[in-house]
């Protein structure tokens, strides 16, 4: 048996549905775990204390509603491993400001590390099925603050819209299952107005549910109507657009020895690229030296194919969505469509193409890169997709 099996065993199960903590923290989780308990949360929203204190209580929590126990067993596993690591992001960014614990940032940071401790330690990753069973998991920690704040946002339709679109790219992802989530986070501490928070948690499935994307993403009539509402365009959802867009620029996104040449030589053989790799063997640069020539030469050389108007690929890492947005605005700027290409194989094919690899990437970079990656998400682009390689 596998670690990632041993973890899946250890989900409770009917009729007791109970949870053997000995048995997890004897586990590979072990450390987080260790770390969980010295993290210490703002008495005025955690009064249990420590971080560790409150998972526990969230799982129990979780494990006693119903609308968990009757979901199919692979959504049980993926909300129970959310609501088991949904706060480990409070082990990094917790600090005292102005006298008070903060956590800022803590769910996206979270995010990036279960997906990592998913890949590296129990290789979760490289097949689709894998892939999306993790990001499902990793899509619950990054959104679990969202519902009990929704009415604090400038736009809460839109940003409903947009969370529930990554369903389409791992199906498995609900704002049903985030609503679940969220009730047994309020219901799993010490404080006082937990059911106005509980109420808020209500609010925020019935918005979704008005806004047809509670139990799956909605269904917009193109992917370019798509795109512009959840990019920001004062249109309503349900409503068509006319595509002024002349052709498509793919752009990749995958960490280095994922294969993304290949898989270009494959899917896109008639396509001009332009390859940070090429540039930086034509310049003579290192990974590890400072890319800003390489990078803006790149953006020279698409410039040149966007007044052409002559679709091409973008082959460069993309791993972050800073990264990718501001190539994705450079394109659509000159009025080409993008289709965001994420691909992925396991860690350990990886590390093996890496080492096969002319220009290698020392690994400790690669180990910076798998930190920081981040999927992309449904509203970056017109097209996303996920790619086992």
């Excluded at 000159?334 to 002319?358: D, G, H, P």
């Excluded at 990437?361 to 996920?386: C, D, S, T, Y």
């Amino acid at each position: 048996m596998t670690e990632w099996e041993k973890l899946l065993s250890l989900v409770p199960e009917g009729p007791d549905w109970k949870i053997d903590w000995e048995a997890w923290s004897a586990s590979s989780c072990k450390s987080f775990f260790e770390r969980m308990a010295e993290t210490w949360q703002n008495p005025n929203w955690h009064g249990e204390g420590d971080v560790w204190t409150h998972t526990r209580m969230v799982c129990e929590e979780l494990t006693s509603m119903e609308s968990f126990r009757s979901l199919p067993k692979r959504l049980r596993q993926e909300i129970f491993l959310a609501a088991l690591f949904h706060d480990i992001g409070k082990i990094p960014c917790t600090r005292l400001e102005d006298g008070c614990l903060v956590s800022p940032n803590h769910t996206a940071v979270g995010a990036r590390m279960a997906r990592e401790f998913f890949r590296v330690d129990l290789g979760l990753g490289g097949k689709m099925e894998e892939i999306r069973f993790r990001e499902a998991v990793c899509q619950l920690i990054r959104y679990h603050s969202v519902p009990t704040h929704i009415l604090d946002q400038a736009d809460p339709e839109r940003r409903i819209y947009k969370i529930a679109a990554n369903g389409e790219l791992t199906e498995d992802f609900t704002l049903e299952l985030l609503r679940i989530l969220a009730e047994a986070d309020v219901r799993g501490r010490i404080y006082p107005r937990i059911e106005e928070s509980v109420e808020m948690v209500r609010l925020f499935g019935e918005l979704a549910e008005e806004c047809a994307c509670l139990q799956g993403p909605f269904s917009f009539p193109s992917p370019r109507a798509e795109y512009a509402y959840l990019s920001g365009r004062k249109i309503v959802p349900g409503q068509e657009l006319y595509d002024d867009t002349w052709g498509e620029v793919v752009l990749l996104s995958g960490l280095p020895g994922t294969g993304k040449d290949t898989y270009l030589r494959e899917y896109f053989p008639d396509l001009p690229m332009v390859s940070l790799d090429e540039l930086r063997r034509e310049f003579g640069v290192s990974p590890t030296e400072p890319q800003g020539p390489v990078a803006a030469a790149a953006r020279e050389r698409a410039k040149e194919y966007l007044r052409k108007k002559q679709p091409f690929v973008w082959n460069a890492t993309s791993l972050t969505p800073s990264l990718r947005e501001k190539q994705v605005r450079l394109f659509q700027n000159y009025r080409a469509s993008v289709r965001i290409v994420y691909l992925e194989t396991s860690f350990e094919e990886q590390l093996q193409r890496n080492r096969n690899r002319a220009a290698r990437v020392p690994e400790e970079i690669l180990g910076k890169m798998q930190k920081n990656l981040v999927l992309p998400e449904r509203f970056e682009a017109e097209r996303v997709e996920w790619t086992a390689v």
